[in-house]
């Protein structure tokens, strides 16, 4: 019997043994693959998917890298334009639809850092004469539509309605009129009172007319006078009256027929800025603290989108956009 203990004894040191040089072999080969992963380039490793995924479908990219105060472009595909095709490049405009909403929720923060308007206070006095019934949105505040915490649905059922009767090529919002965002607040249907997150497109245009109506000015304005213009995003701006700028990559349906332009004069803070590479860097450096700007708090995420740390993943912020045509990251 003692035999018999001892020789499994010996067989279970052996299996232990062998289970660590198991370990050991699979960690120096791990190592040595990260390391090998670690000497390709960003640019090669861009490359390689672009050229396998994404070049025969002839979509154009920008890619942006901000490390420190370093940036770099990559950037891939050519305008669509046959007779003279051009390469993208940092100063290449697209649709950037939602990433827009960063703008606006910044505005606010500064707007409200240097006290022309007050973030905790309802918004409903600013629309006394543009909506008869105030009190199915009296207590929704800036800080509620910034967090998408108002309870607003995505879009109201009067404005998605309306937006059913278009093609899918041509632009949604179109139909729609800012008399149809006073005649949803009279009533506010299907509004969640319970202060949860709900991702609103509505609340976060009904920040531009708010704001419009409070300070008396154009929303595009008081983005361009209180943002844009401290931190050099110059190429950054609403398209209006049917005017494009003549380096924007066209955008394409599912289908790879041409999209409308979705120009957007009723709720443009939801996301309606076209933009360039080089003005989003900019504004992702003034994120970072490089502008020296102490009226925005940098650490002030309000707007982003929040995946929480879970085991060994890192916690981060993102924000995407989607329109016809243009997807941004």
Request: net charge neutral.
């Amino acid at each position: 019997m003692k035999k018999i203990t001892k020789a499994l004894f010996k067989i279970i040191i052996v299996l232990i043994g062998l289970f660590i040089v198991a370990l050991i072999g699979l960690f120096i080969a791990f190592h040595f693959i990260g390391k090998s992963e670690d000497k390709k380039s960003v640019k090669e490793l861009l490359d390689n998917t672009y050229n396998s995924r994404f070049k025969k479908r002839g979509t154009s990219y920008v890619i942006v890298s901000v490390v420190g105060d370093k940036v770099e472009y990559y950037c891939y595909g050519y305008s669509t334009s046959k007779t003279n095709p051009i390469q993208t490049d940092s100063m290449t405009m697209f649709d950037i639809a939602s990433l827009g909403k960063l703008f606006t929720s910044t505005t606010v923060k500064v707007l409200d850092k240097s006290k022309k308007i007050n973030i905790n206070e309802p918004i409903a006095s600013n629309f006394k004469d543009c909506v008869g019934n105030l009190s199915n949105f009296k207590d929704v505040t800036y800080s509620h539509l910034i967090n998408h915490t108002s309870g607003f649905p995505s879009l109201p059922e009067n404005i998605i309605e309306k937006m059913k009767k278009t093609h899918e090529a041509e632009n949604p919002y179109k139909v729609i009129s800012v008399q149809d965002v006073f005649d949803y607040l009279e009533s506010c249907k299907n509004r969640d009172t319970e202060e949860r997150s709900i991702y609103s497109n509505f609340g976060y245009g009904l920040i531009g007319i708010s704001l419009s109506l409070e300070l008396k000015q154009n929303f595009e304005h008081i983005v361009q006078e209180n943002l844009f213009s401290k931190i050099e995003m110059n190429n950054t701006f609403i398209p209006k009256d049917g005017i494009l700028p003549n380096n924007l990559i066209q955008g394409y349906t599912a289908a790879k027929k041409p999209a409308e332009f979705w120009f957007d004069d009723v709720l443009p803070a939801s996301g309606s800025f076209v933009s360039n590479g080089k003005d989003l860097a900019n504004f992702i450096l003034y994120q970072f603290g490089y502008y020296g700007d102490n009226i925005y708090v940098p650490n002030d995420m309000s707007g982003w989108e929040h995946e929480k740390k879970v085991l060994n993943q890192p916690e981060y912020y993102w924000h995407n956009g989607m329109s016809g045509g243009y997807y941004s990251f």
